[in-house]
């Protein structure tokens, strides 16, 4: 895939202390540590035949790279992490900084596709039993459909807000903004300064984040095609339909994706953009920094990349 400038589409998620890109051939993670020195996790990407050959056919490519994805950052996460420096003159106990961990795996999960799958599950069966508790006062297929909806949605702010609240969480969303902010820039074409990168938005189309609020709405729709009752057979077609939501929700981000440089329609993506106000904060200029560092390495790796395989060194 190329944006209009024919440039290959680069990607990235936000981790401890840093940030991750992934490009046609390598994903590259830069860390800042404590003493102010920068890590860096390189890794190729590989995909298996099978996996890259879904990854070609729409409403099943979406689920493939999520699960793809999941598997890739996890590793970047884990990097990242032990990478990060727990001060010893800190007064958190143990059990504060296990709560922090914790913490930071819910944080990262709600900007990414990290735990996605499990996380899922859990926000699709919750707002089941809470829209069923509320039937007598909202009866009828429509109504509890969308009273489920609401409840899903309602939940999936209520969690971001509440992990954001931790310094910890805070932090990564700023370093989910800075890659938004480097992605942004490189895009319009500018040099990838401080200044300039600053200056670009902190939200994007292509975002996790859009995507787990389409998949609230999208399974909207197609719950209202699917009986309600009774609640175990409304509890099995949620689960079943699971992989339809993520599919179809999938398609849908990619679509608003192309469609955010027309003026009218790029609307459509604006919901998934609101959002992101949770998911993103405004980064310093040192995480910029970072998140530069990262970006341009990877382009660093990936133009050797592309030249070996001119030069016919690799295939």
Known sequence: MTTKENKPIYGGQAVVEGVMFGGRHHYVTAVRRKDNSIDYLRLPRTSQPFVASLKKIPFIRGIAAIIEASANGSKHLNFSTERYDIDPNDDDTIAEQETSKLALWLGVAAIGVISFLFGKFLFTLIPVFLAEMVKPIFPGDTAQVLIEGLFKLLLLLAY???VSLTPLIKRVFQYHGAEHKVINCFESGKELTVENVQASSRLHYRCGSSFMLFTVVVGVFIYLFVPTDPLWVRVLNRLALIP???????????????????????YLGYPGLWLQLLTTKEPDDSQVEVAILSFNELLKMEKETEAAKLQGEIV
């Open 160 to 162: 971001i807000y509440f």
């Open 244 to 266: 339809v939501v993520l599919g179809i929700s999938f398609e849908v981000l990619q679509f608003t994706n192309k469609l955010r440089d027309i003026p009218v329609l790029r």
